[in-house]
């Protein structure tokens, strides 16, 4: 099985003041290890910030150093790949309006990039679940992105492979929740002169997969 998750940070309305929009999150075929791994870093930053282990942790919490580290630590993971989609509301060459539509091409672009570089495998065994904070993405339909996902994959491109996509309370998932660090942290380093610069010098287990969005078409 192959899980994605993902969350976004951001606006992408044109009249919003932000230059930047970014989707990402993380994607594992290797869900099990990678969970029980985070819910030990998990409750080491709640000891450490005094936090209720109920209670949520957000990148709201954190400090960029304190989301720098477990970016980090999550890049020393087997199995664990962090990956996400940065969009230049400057250069796409188009003003947005209608959000929703955009989210999910979005999303497709990143499945696309993931699937050319050969981390999402699209045989017919090859399930992919993507995993969604239904908190934050701006969804008319609930079932909008999947439908346009299978049509873009299964009619389009003729790939045998199955995309299930879930909305989840990120207060029930603690995947959503790393979803949401690594988003936050990629769009707080997309405001920095060379963001690139940074994930490259971050990316020494060759596992952060990042690509840039500029032109819409």
């Known amino acids: 099985m192959q899980y994605l998750f993902l969350?976004?940070?951001?606006?992408?309305?044109?009249?919003?003041p932000d230059r930047f929009f970014v989707i990402g999150g993380i994607f594992t075929n290797n869900y099990t290890d990678i969970k029980k791994s985070y819910v030990e870093i998990n409750k080491e930053l709640k000891e450490k910030l005094n936090m209720d282990f109920e209670a949520e942790?957000?990148?709201?919490?954190?400090?960029?150093?304190?989301?720098?580290?477990?970016?980090?630590?999550?890049?020393?993971?087997?199995?664990?790949?962090?990956?996400?989609?940065?969009?230049?509301?400057?250069?796409?060459?188009?003003?947005?309006?209608?959000?929703h539509l955009y989210y999910n091409y979005i999303i497709r672009?990143?499945?696309?990039?993931?699937?050319k570089i050969k981390l999402i495998r699209i045989g017919k065994n090859d399930d992919l679940y993507l995993n969604i904070d239904k908190s934050s993405m701006k969804i008319e339909d609930i079932n909008s992105l999947q439908n346009y996902l299978r049509t873009h994959f299964n009619i389009e491109k003729d790939y045998p492979f199955e995309i299930t996509v879930a909305?989840?309370?990120?207060?029930?998932?603690?995947?959503?929740?790393?979803?949401?660090?690594?988003?936050?942290?990629?769009?707080?380093?997309a405001q920095t002169?060379?963001?690139?610069?940074?994930?490259n010098h971050l990316n020494k287990n060759k596992n952060m997969i990042i690509c840039r969005l500029n032109k819409i078409k």
């Open 7 to 16: 969350d976004e940070s951001g606006n992408l309305h044109k009249n919003s």
């Open 57 to 99: 942790l957000k990148a709201a919490y954190l400090n960029m150093e304190e989301k720098m580290d477990i970016v980090v630590k999550l890049s020393q993971m087997k199995g664990m790949y962090i990956v996400g989609i940065i969009v230049d509301k400057e250069k796409i060459g188009i003003e947005i309006e209608r959000i």
């Open 109 to 115: 672009k990143l499945l696309d990039y993931l699937i």
């Open 167 to 189: 909305y989840w309370d990120s207060k029930k998932n603690y995947m959503v929740q790393v979803a949401d660090m690594m988003v936050n942290t990629m769009w707080n380093l």
């Open 193 to 199: 002169t060379k963001p690139f610069y940074i994930f």
